[in-house]
């Protein structure tokens, strides 16, 4: 299984952007779908998640700029960002609980990330 993840570039502060990743290759199911961003110098961080059902959880940092959804029949999760702000800016990567139907539960499978720039 691969993701490509897609969306990236550079913003304007108070501007949007949102991102793409998509799965392919041998997938049987889909758990949790979620979205993790990197700073330079910094560690990486959640940014958020959704389930099968839907349910989202966001770190506090974005709540209510952010939203995270999820097309099952394309295998691919988004990441509509709003109102960005310059601290914003980072690497994001993608993360997929996968399983492709040869094993029971499933495993994480993460994106190449890309890169997000928001200028003040």
């Known amino acids: 299984v691969q993701l490509q993840a897609s969306g990236g570039g550079l913003v304007q502060a108070g501007g949007s952007l949102r991102l793409s990743c998509e799965a392919s290759?041998?997938?049987?199911?889909?758990?949790?779908m979620g979205w993790y961003r990197q700073a330079p110098g910094n560690q990486r961080d959640l940014v958020g998640t959704?389930?099968?059902?839907?349910?989202?959880t966001y770190a506090d940092s974005v709540k209510g700029r952010f939203a995270i959804s999820r097309d099952d029949a394309r295998d691919t999760v988004y990441l509509q960002m709003n109102s960005l702000k310059p601290e914003d800016t980072a690497v994001y990567y993608c993360?997929?609980?996968?399983?492709?139907?040869?094993?029971?539960?499933?495993?994480?499978?993460w994106g190449q990330g890309t890169l997000v720039t928001v200028s003040s």
């Open positions: 993360k997929l609980e996968v399983n492709d139907g040869t094993y029971v539960g499933y495993r994480e499978v």
């Open positions: 959704i389930t099968r059902g839907g349910t989202t």
């Open positions: 290759g041998s997938i049987f199911s889909i758990n949790v």
